[in-house]
């Protein structure tokens, strides 16, 4: 049986991929993910993945915790949006580590459990392990886990399991791009509570000016001499 060394992004996706791959090779983990920030949420996503790992039987090799070279691999492309260049980059760099880990650690394949997020292009992917598999003489195992259900598989398992789902990539740029996010739709359901507050809220009536009785009585001396003569032209 071939030993296989799968990257590992995060629990989640390790679930359905070690599932997946186990029956055929020799599988050990390697979480590799210097992108995460902030350092706890690096260690939550740690800790979980060596305990699923405990559950499924497999070994988790930690890669070193980097973040510097990643900050420095994204110069430039701070404002680019999620899936933009970015993440290409960020993405290579992880498989390259892996590939290089595999080769000094005498494993048969390396892999990655990145195919199984439905935003996550399984070709680029695919395709950049196997630039790196050629370079260092390796063999790279491709994959497409997110098809025949893939993750929706990973979400089952996440829930049965009590696994921690995170709720952002892991960069610290994808964080920012979460909370403002988080911050128009809170803005946006403001606003439509406040208009179907003023739609619903009963209108204040609005009472006519109060006028005392004889308001408009003026005494003789004071009508205008045009109608004290007759004379509407106002001539003598």
């Known amino acids: 049986m071939k030993r296989l060394l799968l990257h590992i992004c995060c629990a989640p996706d390790q679930t359905v991929a070690v599932e997946r791959t186990i029956g055929e090779y020799q599988v050990t983990g390697f979480f590799s993910n210097s992108c995460i920030e902030p350092d706890g949420e690096y260690r939550r996503r740690l800790d979980n993945s060596q305990h699923l790992g405990s559950e499924q039987g497999i070994e988790i090799i930690e890669d070193e915790y980097l973040p510097e070279e990643f900050h420095e691999l994204s110069r430039g492309l701070e404002k680019e949006p999620e899936r933009g260049k970015r993440c290409l980059k960020c993405m290579a760099y992880r498989l390259r580590r892996t590939a290089l880990k595999a ?53 089952e398992l996440t829930k049965k399991l009590g696994i921690y789902r995170q709720d952002y990539c892991g960069c610290k740029f994808s964080l920012r791009d979460k909370k403002q996010r988080e911050k128009l ?8 509570e406040a208009d179907l507050e003023s739609e619903t809220k009963p209108q204040k009536k609005i009472e006519p000016a109060y006028v005392p009785p004889g308001a408009f009585f003026k005494p003789k001396d004071q009508v205008s001499r045009r109608f004290k003569t007759g004379n509407p032209g106002g001539k003598r």
């Open 103 to 155: 080769k000094e650690l005498g494993f048969d394949c390396f892999a990655t459990t990145l195919t199984v997020s439905p935003h996550k292009d399984a070709e680029f992917i695919n395709k950049t392990g196997e630039e790196s598999a050629w370079e260092l003489d390796m063999e790279y195992l491709p994959t497409n886990f997110k098809k025949q259900d893939g993750f929706k598989r990973s979400v």
């Open 185 to 192: 739709r809170e803005q946006a359901e403001a606003d439509a």
